[in-house]
């Protein structure tokens, strides 16, 4: 398994930006397919983005599409949150999944991190 841990979460204005760093450490990084998610408070947790193993391939929900951009360096996943919403106010999770997974569905990912809380004020 490998290790996560998020860091760069906090309170921001609408339109505001925020870094979220993901750290692994473990079994090697490079073999996963890294994402993330959010949870509202009174919601279920949700997909926001993913990067393939290689960086090459990327995805994200319809929600943040054009506004974030989730890139991998060494043993560490980005996601940069730009002209954030209220509605973007969450915890947000670092996830870890395999090649052979649904990399948005949770029951596939194989390793969480603890969350960053990322609040938006308007």
């Known amino acids: 398994q490998v290790q996560l841990v998020e860091s760069g979460g906090g309170l921001v204005q609408v339109g505001g930006s925020l870094r979220l760093s993901c750290a692994a450490s473990?079994?090697?990084?490079?073999?996963?397919?890294m994402g993330w998610f959010r949870q509202a408070p009174g919601k279920e947790r949700e997909f926001v983005a993913a990067?393939?193993?290689?960086?090459?391939y990327t995805d994200y929900a319809d929600s943040v599409k054009g506004r974030f951009t989730i890139s991998r360096a060494k043993n560490t996943v980005y996601v940069q949150l730009n002209n954030l919403k209220p509605e973007d106010t969450a915890v947000y999770f670092c996830a870890a999944s395999t090649a052979y997974s649904d990399h948005r569905k949770i029951d596939d990912i194989r390793s969480w991190g603890q969350g960053t809380q990322v609040t938006v004020s308007s």
């Open positions: 990067i393939s193993e290689s960086g090459h």
């Open positions: 473990g079994r090697t990084f490079s073999n996963y397919f």
